[in-house]
């Protein structure tokens, strides 16, 4: 005859159970803290479908731009920041505790400098000594750069105004400056509200094109299996607007409280996608990290393979 079971057998089973409440009170107490920039990835995530259900809570902080957002990464008050490559290797320069953990890769389209309409600046060469604004080690930046490097400026040819991008609109817009170095929505915006032109970008190899998902020691060693959630998501997300161009438009446009043609346009210019962490990646970030050191905006030439963790790159199929 069965028996049913035992009292030790009935504590065990509520002993694992109470266990298995425990440990999913603990994942949903767990909180990864994502720093993020207007139109970024909570943006294409929300677009895409891909935050629901999540096994740990998501808390989100907008930056106006990379550098701000880079600072909080470096202070501990975010555990995961999204960025351009120029300013990723900035602050990794700068020694923030942080390794890249996720990478996409673009044309480079998607940072460009604009002239107002009206501008007599009709190409590159006309940007030689001219004021130019954009945030201090910003991809705006890192284009100038480019653009002197390749076209053999002199120091005394870069004439930068350190400016966020509100600032630095308003300043082209009243004269103050005679061109502004920015990306993404702002260059929609820029061309479709403001009648800015653009006079070169960063396509055709003049920047890497790569945008950098890094994450703080702390983060990595204490929430890897949230990280890596999240850079799966991310990534699976950043696929699905490259053939849902219109649908990623309509929540863009909502999100940053732009018109749906800037948000369209800003989407025509560039889209990243989700590249492993490969020698083709470190050799971009290298060449990034030479392009400071060659400027002199940091002290000593980097190893570029250090600001990178592997471990996160999806399995191959």
């Known amino acids: ?9 009935v504590l065990g089973s509520a002993a694992f159970g109470a266990a298995g409440i425990v440990s999913a009170r603990a994942a949903t107490q767990l909180v990864l803290r994502a720093g993020d920039q207007k139109g970024g990835n909570e943006a294409v995530m929300k677009a895409a479908g891909v935050l629901q259900d999540l096994p740990y809570q998501l808390q989100w902080s907008q930056f106006a731009a990379a550098a701000p957002l880079l600072e909080a990464l470096n202070a501990g008050a975010v555990d995961t920041a999204y960025a351009g490559d120029a300013p990723t290797t900035f602050a990794l320069a700068a020694g923030i505790d942080a390794r890249i ?3 996409f890769r673009g044309n480079g389209a998607a940072t460009a400098i604009l002239v107002p309409g009206g501008s007599s600046i009709r190409n590159p060469a006309q940007l030689k000594g001219r004021r130019i604004a954009t945030n201090r080690g910003s991809i705006g930046h890192a284009l100038l750069l480019a653009l002197a490097a390749r076209d053999g400026w002199g120091a005394e040819d870069i004439q930068l105004v350190n400016l966020l991008p509100a600032d630095a609109k308003a300043a082209l817009s ?27 970008d960063g396509a055709g190899g003049l920047l890497t094109g790569l945008s950098l998902q890094s994450a703080t020691s702390a983060a990595i060693r204490d929430k890897r299996v949230a990280l890596a959630d999240f850079a799966a998501r991310l990534a699976q997300a950043r696929r699905w607007a490259l053939t849902h161009p219109d649908d990623y438009a309509r929540v863009l446009a909502a999100e940053i409280g732009v018109s749906e043609a800037v948000a369209r346009l800003s ?8 590249v492993p962490i490969d020698d083709g990646v ?6 990034t990290a030479d392009l400071y050191f060659n400027a002199k905006l940091i002290r000593a030439r980097l190893d570029a393979h250090a600001f990178f963790d592997r471990s996160f790159n999806p399995a191959p199929s």
């Open 282 to 287: 470190v050799a971009g970030e290298q060449r």
């Open 1 to 9: 005859m069965s028996r049913g079971p035992t009292r030790r057998a």
């Open 101 to 103: 953990v996720a990478a």
């Open 174 to 200: 009243t004269g103050a400056v005679d061109a502004w170095s920015t990306w993404n929505t702002y260059i929609a915006q820029a061309q479709l509200a403001d009648g800015a032109r653009v006079v070169v």
């Open 267 to 274: 989407l025509q210019i560039d889209q990243p996608a989700p």
